[in-house]
Each structure stands twice: as structure tokens, then as C-alpha cells.
């Protein structure tokens, strides 16, 4: 089986790790792949040599045949001559741009991780006939329990970890002021708060972040403020699965998610994951295997990217953010048993290799 796939693969952004991990778990089931990098102008991560010589390889390959994949923005997409054109992607609001609407119906197929796009993508007018769910991986050997933790000089007692690109659609504010009003200095209680730029240019430990930071958590009115520990760096691969092993819980307090591999990386790794009860989280965190945390509503997108242009997505509640950390700090052999739970869930249908199975079949069906 021969496939071409377009997208970012070198970058330390969502698309890039999701791409990159694409491309071994189809290497391992014997695909042969072109690559045709996107580029950002980000720093490239450090990346392990198996992992490096795959991409490097890939980009010098060219073939004549086979299907054409874009895994990035619709805006990308292109129709081939002669090969099946498919388009892998996601979103976060309830509804997609008008852009990409046309952009995914020119493709033969739209391929989307959860039911939450399918009903998005159709309800915006792409061809229900061109959807495909597709969920994705997690590479299921890398993230697992009982992992070394990281040395964080800093941390103690229970640990919240979150792990996302600081911006508008994050919801730091809400995860930063259920934290600080729900919690007091004289805890053992962390709140591990994993972030790097969200575009080229950004730095996190830039002052109008910590600007930004201090803002939030003036506005819950304390002075004294229970332990917050910032890894605002881009951390090489091989330490994130530790990363994960440093925390008891991991936390997502996100408007809106199209696919939230963090969170399934959490999962993989042995950990109870509060997240938003909206969007991607539906499809893979229910009452036995994590805590969803209640909405209040859906409320307008402020984002600035015109991409979001008279979209919705949700509100999570602040209240019930409070109310399941302070549960959770509470009832730590529930949460640990739904941490099992939840990896569980991933090994029984997350793992690239069950993901990449079941692309390959896609695969070899357009190719017939």
C-alpha cells in the first residue's frame, strides 16, 4: 500500500505530533509513505532518531500512486488527478468555516476522530456521504503507568496536571480560579500547569502572560495562593510520558476539543482525567472511566481567528470545576480505579496500532 500524506510533521504543535505518530503506526503495518512536510516557523522538538530517519526517509520518497492524505487545516486541501483525495482533520466549535466546508467536499473523503465532527461537519454542509469516523491513537507503550516521575523541585502533595498551548480556547481562567479558590497554601496540592507558545513568536515566560496569569488569580479575590508550579518550555518527547507519571490527576477545563490527545495521553497513562462534558471528550470519557465536568451552556466564541466567526462552544462550570478537584483530592482510590479504567479504554480502542488497522482497511478499500 502506497500513501502520500501532506501536513506539518517537524513542529511541537498537535497536528505535528499527531502526524508524526501516524506515520510510524502506518510504517508498522507495512504502508509505504511520501511525506510532504508543511512547514511554521517553530523550533523543531527533539525527536528520537528512529522517529527522525522515518520522516527523513519518507520526505526524499516520491510515489506515482496511491491515495493522497492531508492531516492539517481544510484550507490546505487540494484534489489530485487521478488519486483519492482524502482529508484528515477536526475542530473545536460547533460549527466549521464556510471555507472549509467547500475545501472538504472538493476531497473524496473527510476523515474526523469523533461522532462530536461528524454531526459538526455535516451540520455545517459538508457532503454527509464524504465522512468518515476515524478516531486516532495513543501509543500505548510509551504512555503507561508506574513510569519514573520528573523532578519537579517545586511539587508536592496531589497533583493536577493540564497540558495544552495557552490561548483563547483553553479555559485557563476557569482551571486557574477553581484551583486558587478551591484550594489553600496549608495543602499538600499542586496544580502542574504544562504550556508552551501558541504561535510562532509567543514565548509563555513573556511578561504578558505572567500579566495575563496574575489578572486571573487576582480575580478570585485571594492573596494567598496554594502551590502552582509553570513548565513553560517545550520538553523533548522522551520526557512526556514522565511528565504524566508526576501527576494523580490530569485536568482539561477547555471551551472546546476536536480529538484532546493530551487527555488520552493521560488516560494511557494510568490517570483519572476531569475534562470538559462537551465536544471529543464524549466519545471517550463516561462515568466509570473519568469525571466529566458539567457546562453551563453554550456561549459565543471569542476567539480572534475569523475561523471562529459565529461559532459556539461550551462554557465549563466553574462551580463544578471546584466541586470534582476537591472530590478528587478527596476519593483517591475511586479516582486511581477509574485511571485503570481509563487506560483500559484506551488499549481496548485507542491504540495506534488498533487506529492505524482500521485506517489501513479504509486505505485499502479506496485503493480496490
Not at 256 to 270: N, T
Amino acid at each position: 500500500m502506497d500513501l502520500t500524506l501532506l501536513g506539518p510533521v517537524w513542529e511541537p504543535t498537535g497536528y505535528a505530533e499527531l502526524n508524526r505518530a501516524l506515520i510510524r503506526a502506518l510504517a508498522k503495518q507495512g504502508v509505504r509513505l511520501s511525506v510532504k512536510p508543511f512547514s511554521w516557523p517553530f523550533p523543531r522538538p527533539e525527536l528520537d532518531p528512529e522517529t527522525r530517519t522515518l520522516l527523513e526517509e519518507a520526505q526524499k520518497t516520491e510515489l506515482q500512486s496511491g491515495p493522497v492524505l492531508y492531516s492539517f487545516l481544510p484550507e490546505t486541501f487540494a484534489k489530485w488527478p487521478g488519486r483519492f483525495c482524502i482529508g484528515l482533520t477536526m475542530f473545536e466549535a460547533d460549527r466549521i468555516p464556510p471555507l472549509w466546508v467547500e475545501a472538504c467536499n472538493r476531497m473524496d473523503e473527510i476523515w474526523v476522530p469523533t461522532a462530536f465532527n461528524m454531526e459538526t461537519f455535516a451540520a455545517s454542509g459538508v457532503r454527509p456521504e464524504k465522512l468518515r469516523l476515524m478516531p486516532l491513537g495513543v501509543d500505548t507503550d510509551r504512555f503507561r503507568p508506574s513510569l519514573p516521575p520528573l523532578f519537579l523541585a517545586r511539587r508536592r502533595g496531589f497533583t493536577f496536571l493540564t497540558n495544552f498551548q495557552w490561548g483563547p480556547r483553553k479555559g485557563q481562567e476557569v482551571l486557574l480560579r477553581a484551583y486558587v479558590e478551591e484550594f489553600s497554601p496549608r495543602e499538600e496540592v499542586t496544580l502542574l500547569i504544562k504550556t508552551f507558545q501558541s504561535f510562532p513568536g509567543y514565548d509563555p515566560r513573556a511578561p504578558f502572560l505572567r500579566q495575563e496569569v496574575r489578572t486571573i488569580l487576582a480575580s478570585s479575590g485571594k492573596k494567598d495562593l496554594p502551590n502552582i508550579v509553570f513548565i513553560a518550555e517545550i520538553l523533548p518527547a522522551y520526557m512526556m510520558p514522565r511528565l504524566y507519571a508526576s501527576a494523580d490527576c490530569y485536568i482539561n477545563t477547555a471551551y472546546g476539543e476536536g480529538w484532546d490527545m493530551p487527555a488520552l495521553e493521560a488516560m494511557a497513562s494510568g490517570l483519572p482525567v476531569i475534562a470538559t462534558a462537551w465536544g471529543a471528550h464524549l466519545d471517550y470519557i463516561d462515568a466509570g472511566n473519568g469525571y466529566l465536568l458539567a457546562i453551563d451552556g453554550l456561549v459565543p466564541s471569542d476567539h480572534p481567528h475569523p475561523f471562529y466567526h459565529e461559532a459556539r462552544w461550551a462554557r465549563p462550570s466553574l462551580k463544578e470545576a471546584r466541586r470534582l478537584m476537591r472530590h478528587v483530592f478527596l476519593h483517591r482510590e475511586e479516582a486511581k480505579t477509574k485511571g485503570r479504567r481509563a487506560r483500559e479504554t484506551v488499549l481496548n480502542r485507542y491504540s495506534w496500532e488498533i487506529a492505524a488497522r482500521r485506517m489501513l482497511e479504509a486505505l485499502e478499500r479506496v485503493s480496490a
